[in-house]
């Protein structure tokens, strides 16, 4: 364990009272991901995939993150987010009209897990992106030696996220929730194109004329306190201006 990840899991240990172990799992997809201890759990689980050796302290380090700001919120603020009936509905009008519209017919079965596939993963995108900022911006203030790696990671990830900007994804998402989607890939791209000092991270965006709602939302993100406690007034502030305000709702923090 390197002394970035043993810092950082020090950290989530003092703030939330319960131990951190970091253990391989070559079958996860992701390069990390965290189990937060919940309920008799004796502890948070920090998973990494150690074929991607090359940027696993810096992704360990992210998750880590993450625990800590819920953990250095006030119980009472402490947050995950949840799908409301009247989001799902709406997802599901939305995703029935864009295949009437396209003329591609699927069962019933597969078009509610097309609906699910988009509505789910929008909502974990706004609960992830507008947190995994401060997040990163509090790795490159405190671990100077995870900068390489971290850099990497982000091109790595805006390159991945250009790939939302092809016909083929646009053409079967529905365009309130592709324009969310997107537009949170373009802040992400304004922030880490201001934090590289690579404005050419926003091209692509420009180009299919999703910039300002990505400078909009960075824009937000910088008026918002910086404190862990601001972080859901943050993610609201976020979904009002995409215009999915009454997609989700606040559900108690799942951790202890």
């Known amino acids: ?40 759990a004796p502890a948070h689980i920090v998973l990494f995939n150690p074929k991607y050796g090359e940027a696993t302290d810096y992704h360990i380090v992210f998750q880590c993150g993450f625990v800590l700001r819920a953990y250095q919120t006030p119980p009472s603020q402490r947050f995950d987010i949840g799908s409301t009936e009247p989001g799902r509905q709406e997802a599901d009008k939305l995703v029935a009209d864009q295949l009437r519209q396209t003329n591609v017919n699927l069962p019933d079965a597969v078009r509610g897990q097309l609906r699910d596939q988009l509505y789910d993963g929008l909502l974990l995108q706004l609960r992830s992106v507008p947190v995994g900022l401060r997040v990163d911006a509090w790795i490159r203030e405190t671990y100077s030696a995870l900068a390489e790696q971290q850099k990497a990671s982000a091109r790595r990830q805006l390159a991945e996220n250009q790939a939302t900007l092809s016909p083929q994804v646009k053409a079967i998402a529905p365009v309130k929730i592709y324009r969310a989607s997107v537009g949170m890939n373009a802040a992400l791209a304004a922030f880490w194109g201001r934090e590289l000092g690579d404005p050419t991270q926003l091209i692509p965006f420009k180009v299919a004329g999703h910039t300002e709602v990505g400078e909009r939302l960075l824009a937000v993100a910088d008026s918002h306190p910086k404190e862990p406690a601001a972080d859901r007034a943050l993610v609201e502030a976020w979904g009002a201006e995409l215009g999915i305000a009454g997609w989700y709702g606040f559900v108690p923090f799942g951790g202890r």
């Open 1 to 40: 364990m390197t002394a970035e990840v043993e810092d950082a899991t020090k950290a989530v240990e003092r703030a939330s009272g319960i131990p951190v172990v970091v253990q391989p799992d070559p079958t996860l997809k992701l390069i990390a991901r965290v189990v937060i201890a919940r309920g008799a």
